[in-house]
């Protein structure tokens, strides 16, 4: 039987949404047009005022903000409330240039909140729980955001921050950790250290909320078996709010987005077109409560599918798939476009964990791909010929993939460099 945070809310039925979402889209425009002089711009340059949208099907004559917007009003251009109702800044490094930086009052920190407790509340999260938040602390919104929601939901709080692994282990062993809070690459890494001290059997953890990088249901599978928990999805970002955007229940299949605050859309990347729900796109969020920093139509760049199928778990908000990667971050290596997603399934397939490195280069005019990949102390070999045929297998399997040929080399376990934040997967030369 499923929990609810806000029961009301999140098994509301679908007009009931719509309407909330339609009554409050109204309101966010004529603040934002009054309030926020860099979007009346925008609005005003395609001809649309605050009376022209009356609810969530006229979303569609409003403009896009894109992370080129977010660079040119930086600090303050987006604002949508007085500095002074502005209790809190949260920030996160952009892929190019300036870091964003959005504003939050109070009450979008409540609600903020309020969409991570929901989060915990779906994995069975409850007063009685002990959750470990092993998410940065910080300018990040990892640590702020599910610390938020956990003392919320009333679980006994541990606010570790990322990294320091000893004092994490110990943390959770003495103090009974029921749910663990970080990237599913750091989650991999405890695992992987709780196995070398043996002390699997001193872990109480029942559930996991990894977010904040992409990871494939391989690595899911992965993590659940070496740590022997349910783990689940968290996605969400700076500019929106921070995790709980949307989050995983029961069923696994797919995060259900918070519908009273977040607008979603799906858009063809390149015409801009709005597509019908179950095509893949680029996700577009529209805040309809944020205050701080109200973004309309924000072009996220990730790639995903939404849909509105029954889930067994009984809420009604709009679920959308794992982000397939992002339409900014797909690497295309001559001329055919490669996402380290691909790559990841191809190699927790063959046995390997999540830890590799994808080496992008142009040598002589030509693209070069190279996948560096660990050995797992199971399929570790010193034998030459050995090694050879194990890297030959996965050239095959990643040409079936991704129809190209990547060159692949085996190291020694632990020798590429782990992340406690969000995992350096790719290196791409070709823009250094
Ligand atoms: O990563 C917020 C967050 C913190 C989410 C903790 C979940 C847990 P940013 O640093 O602004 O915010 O990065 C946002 O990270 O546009 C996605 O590309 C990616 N991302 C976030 N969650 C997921 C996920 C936080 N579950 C960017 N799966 C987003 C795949 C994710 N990618």
Redesign the pocket.
């Known amino acids: 039987m499923s929990n609810y945070y806000q029961p009301e809310i999140e098994t509301a039925s679908y007009e009931q949404i719509r309407e909330w979402q339609s009554e409050r889209l109204v309101k966010q425009i004529k603040r934002v047009w009054d309030n926020v002089p860099y979007y009346r711009k925008k609005m005003e340059e395609k001809g649309v005022t605050p009376d022209d949208i009356k609810g969530v099907d006229d979303l569609k004559k409003l403009p896009f903000l894109t992370k080129a917007d977010l660079r040119d009003a930086y600090p303050y251009g987006l604002l949508g409330a007085p500095l002074s109702d502005c209790v809190r800044i949260q920030s996160?490094s952009g892929t190019t240039g300036k870091r964003?930086v959005a504003f939050y009052t109070q009450n979008d920190i409540d609600l903020w909140e309020d969409c991570c407790a929901r989060a915990i509340v779906a994995v069975g999260g409850t007063k009685e729980d002990v959750c470990q938040v092993a998410?940065g602390y910080g300018l990040?919104?990892?640590g702020a955001?599910?610390n938020g929601g956990s003392h919320k939901v009333g679980c006994l709080t541990l606010p570790m921050s990322s990294g320091n692994t000893e004092r994490q282990l110990q943390f959770m062993t003495d103090l009974g950790s029921t749910i663990l809070c970080c990237t599913p690459s750091y989650a991999l890494y405890l695992a992987e250290s709780i196995h070398e001290q043996g002390i699997i059997d001193q872990i109480k953890l029942k559930a996991g909320i990894f977010?904040?990088?992409?990871?494939s249901e391989d690595m899911r599978r992965d993590i659940e078996n070496k740590l022997n928990i349910k783990a689940y999805?968290?996605?969400?970002?700076?500019?929106i709010t921070?995790?709980g955007v949307s989050f995983e229940c029961e069923a696994q299949t797919g995060m259900h987005i918070n519908e009273d605050h977040f607008i979603a859309e799906i858009i063809d990347p390149d015409t801009e077109e709005v597509l019908p729900e179950g095509s893949k796109g680029e996700l577009v969020f529209t805040c309809i409560t944020k205050e701080g920093f109200p973004m309309i139509r924000y072009r996220?760049?990730?790639i995903c599918v939404l849909s509105r199928e029954k889930c067994p778990c009984g809420r009604t908000h709009v679920k959308m798939s794992?982000?397939m990667g992002?339409s900014d971050d797909m690497l295309i290596i001559k001329g055919v476009n490669v996402f380290p997603s691909q790559i990841e399934t191809v190699l927790i397939q063959q046995g390997y964990a999540a830890n590799y490195q994808i080496v992008v280069d142009r040598v002589n005019h030509s693209d070069t791909l190279e996948v560096l990949v660990e050995m797992t102390p199971e399929l570790f070999s010193d034998s030459l010929g050995k090694i050879t045929e194990m890297e030959k297998i996965l050239v095959a399997e990643l040409k079936t993939m991704l129809g190209i040929y990547a060159k692949v080399k085996l190291v020694a376990p632990k020798t590429i460099a782990r992340s406690e934040g969000k995992a350096v997967r790719v290196i791409d030369k070709r823009k250094i």
Request: net charge negative.
């Open positions: 996160t964003v998410y990040f919104t990892g955001g599910l977010g904040a990088e992409a990871w999805d968290i996605y969400g970002l700076t500019e921070g995790p996220t760049r990730d794992k982000p992002r």
